[in-house]
């Protein structure tokens, strides 16, 4: 194994690689409740909690120990923030799309993303997107999942007047979700590895403590069965020849893009913390981008939005780890998980706003990096990120902001720096709009 891995050449051991998936796991836990909670929307768009939690750990678990096995990298991967937002959201509850179709869009965009990695075309698209709208597509997505969890937590509810406004903050469950935005917020800034699950957790003993959530009554309350797939495996196979229209295609893009540009930047951001960076390059970035196209697929399969990257590979990553390995123990602990089911029950949108709040708030991040300087360049990336959670749909945001970048470029005589798959992008989205909206 030490072989395999190459830990004399990488300067690590098994302990230091067993600590550090520890470390990952933790600080991406939290994906284990909140994708459960996002992708079910509280039971509005008709998905199985129990089957997508079980979806959810055996994706990041399979999707996490192919890359640590083929690929070799820290890399631990799960359903991704965002993208399950905009499957529940928008695709499930905001154009009345069934989520099995939904699940087939999902599916179709991980099986066109292994053709694009095997065939080399992947590189080409993503150097044809202006980094500018690739870093304004993160900021909007973070934008978008924080609103969610205002919302979820009553921090800002409907206003006849004003569209939205302040909820009561004085309300039970909107005070325990702003003490969990506390807690996490002071246990991030110190730093501490897994802050945001274990924000959750506490949040969580708060609930209980003063009678919002019931405490577990016994063994059974916290370790349990896993719950069945039944109810979302294969759905995405069984309704796969739903995704033929102009809307699917929409969807399938936009899972298709989010996940291109996520994953390219995390595995680029998680190897360099590491050392691994070769010349400004990626080795084995093939193996990398397949294990994660093929975490999609699987991921579909069984029942749950788009698998990705995780950036929180990093905190293991900060712990030592350097090989596959850590990978593969970040896997096995998302396999134990599978039993803590019962947990569900206690995991309220109380509870997981906060993370949805503190997510957004790390992917807003990238906001530092566009030229705001460039006005044809700051108008497409503004419309991008404010369109997102105005118009609650991560796809709508980017159709505008890849409609006005070619005609600021155009207008400022910057036309020679506009390819043709921005040219092609800017007709499917103008569609977009004359077809669907």
Same mark, same amino acid.
């Given at each position: 194994?030490?072989?395999?891995?190459?830990?004399?050449?990488?300067?690590?051991?098994?302990?230091?690689?067993?600590?550090?998936?520890?470390?990952?796991?933790?600080?991406?836990?939290?994906?284990?409740?909140?994708?459960?909670?996002?992708?079910?929307?509280?039971?509005?768009?008709?998905?199985?909690?129990?089957?997508?939690?079980t979806?959810?750990?055996?994706?990041?678990?399979?999707?996490?120990?192919?890359?640590?096995?083929? #690929?070799?990298? =820290?890399?631990?991967?799960?359903?991704? %923030? +965002?993208?399950?937002?905009?499957?529940?959201?928008?695709?499930?509850?905001?154009?009345?799309?069934?989520?099995?179709?939904?699940?087939?869009?999902? $599916?179709?965009?991980?099986?066109?993303?292994?053709?694009?990695?095997?065939?080399?075309?992947?590189?080409?698209?993503?150097?044809?997107?202006?980094?500018?709208?690739?870093?304004?597509?993160?900021?909007?997505i973070?934008?978008?999942?924080?609103?969610?969890?205002?919302?979820?937590?009553?921090?800002?509810?409907?206003?006849? #007047?004003? $569209?939205?406004?302040?909820?009561?903050?004085?309300?039970?469950?909107? &005070?325990?979700?702003?003490?969990g935005?506390?807690?996490?917020?002071?246990?991030?800034?110190?730093?501490?590895?897994?802050?945001?699950?274990?924000?959750m957790?506490?949040?969580?003993?708060?609930? %209980?403590?003063?009678?919002?959530?019931? =405490?577990?009554?016994? &063994? +059974?309350?916290?370790?349990? =069965?896993? =719950?069945?797939?039944?109810?979302?495996?294969?759905?995405?196979?069984?309704?796969?020849?739903?995704?033929?229209?102009i809307?699917?295609?929409?969807?399938?893009?936009?899972?298709?893009?989010?996940?291109?540009?996520?994953?390219?930047?995390?595995?680029?951001?998680?190897?360099?913390?590491a050392?691994?960076?070769?010349?400004?390059?990626?080795?084995? #970035?093939?193996?990398? $981008?397949?294990?994660?196209?093929?975490?999609?697929?699987?991921?579909?399969?069984?029942?749950?939005?788009?698998?990705?990257?995780?950036?929180?590979?990093?905190?293991?990553?900060?712990?030592g780890?350097?090989?596959?390995?850590?990978?593969?123990?970040?896997?096995?602990?998302?396999?134990?998980?599978?039993?803590?089911?019962?947990?569900?029950?206690?995991?309220?949108?109380?509870?997981?706003?906060?993370?949805?709040?503190?997510?957004?708030?790390?992917?807003?991040?990238?906001?530092?990096?566009?030229?705001?300087?460039?006005?044809?360049?700051?108008v497409?990336?503004?419309?991008?990120?404010?369109?997102?959670?105005?118009?609650y749909?991560?796809a709508?945001?980017?159709?505008?902001?890849?409609?006005?970048y070619?005609?600021? %470029?155009?207008v400022?005589?910057?036309?020679?720096?506009?390819?043709?798959?921005?040219?092609g992008?800017?007709?499917?989205?103008?569609?977009?709009?004359?077809?669907?909206?």
């Amino acid at each position: 194994m030490k072989k395999f891995f190459q830990f004399e050449e990488l300067g690590t051991n098994i302990r230091t690689e067993f600590v550090a998936g520890l470390t990952t796991f933790l600080a991406m836990a939290y994906i284990l409740f909140v994708n459960p909670s996002t992708l079910t929307a509280d039971g509005a768009t008709g998905m199985d909690a129990g089957a997508v939690f079980t979806a959810t750990a055996l994706a990041a678990a399979i999707g996490s120990l192919v890359m640590g096995l083929v #690929a070799k990298y =820290p890399v631990a991967l799960a359903p991704g %923030m +965002g993208l399950n937002a905009f499957f529940a959201y928008t695709v499930v509850l905001g154009w009345g799309i069934p989520w099995e179709t939904a699940l087939a869009g999902v $599916l179709a965009s991980g099986l066109i993303f292994i053709v694009l990695t095997l065939s080399g075309i992947r590189e080409t698209i993503i150097n044809a997107i202006p980094a500018n709208l690739k870093m304004a597509v993160g900021a909007g997505i973070g934008l978008f999942i924080a609103f969610i969890g205002f919302q979820n937590a009553g921090i800002i509810v409907n206003n006849d #007047a004003t $569209l939205i406004g302040l909820g009561d903050l004085s309300a039970p469950n909107t &005070l325990l979700a702003i003490f969990g935005i506390v807690v996490t917020v002071i246990l991030l800034t110190r730093n501490v590895k897994g802050g945001v699950f274990y924000g959750m957790i506490i949040t969580a003993i708060a609930g %209980m403590i003063f009678g919002l959530i019931d =405490p577990p009554k016994g &063994l +059974g309350d916290i370790v349990g =069965p896993v =719950p069945s797939l039944a109810p979302t495996f294969g759905q995405a196979f069984a309704h796969f020849g739903d995704i033929f229209t102009i809307q699917m295609l929409v969807v399938v893009l936009t899972f298709l893009f989010v996940d291109f540009f996520d994953t390219a930047g995390t595995l680029v951001a998680v190897a360099t913390k590491a050392g691994l960076m070769k010349d400004n390059k990626l080795p084995r #970035a093939g193996k990398a $981008l397949f294990a994660d196209s093929a975490a999609t697929v699987v991921g579909a399969t069984l029942g749950t939005s788009t698998t990705t990257s995780y950036v929180e590979s990093t905190t293991g990553v900060s712990a030592g780890g350097r090989s596959g390995f850590t990978s593969v123990v970040t896997a096995g602990f998302f396999l134990l998980a599978l039993i803590f089911s019962p947990l569900l029950g206690m995991v309220t949108s109380a509870v997981t706003a906060p993370a949805l709040i503190i997510v957004g708030v790390l992917m807003c991040t990238t906001l530092k990096d566009i030229d705001w300087d460039q006005f044809e360049i700051a108008v497409p990336a503004f419309l991008t990120i404010v369109t997102m959670p105005l118009s609650y749909s991560i796809a709508t945001g980017i159709a505008i902001g890849f409609v006005f970048y070619p005609i600021t %470029m155009v207008v400022k005589g910057k036309a020679k720096e506009i390819n043709g798959i921005m040219w092609g992008l800017f007709v499917v989205f103008i569609l977009y709009f004359i077809f669907l909206q």
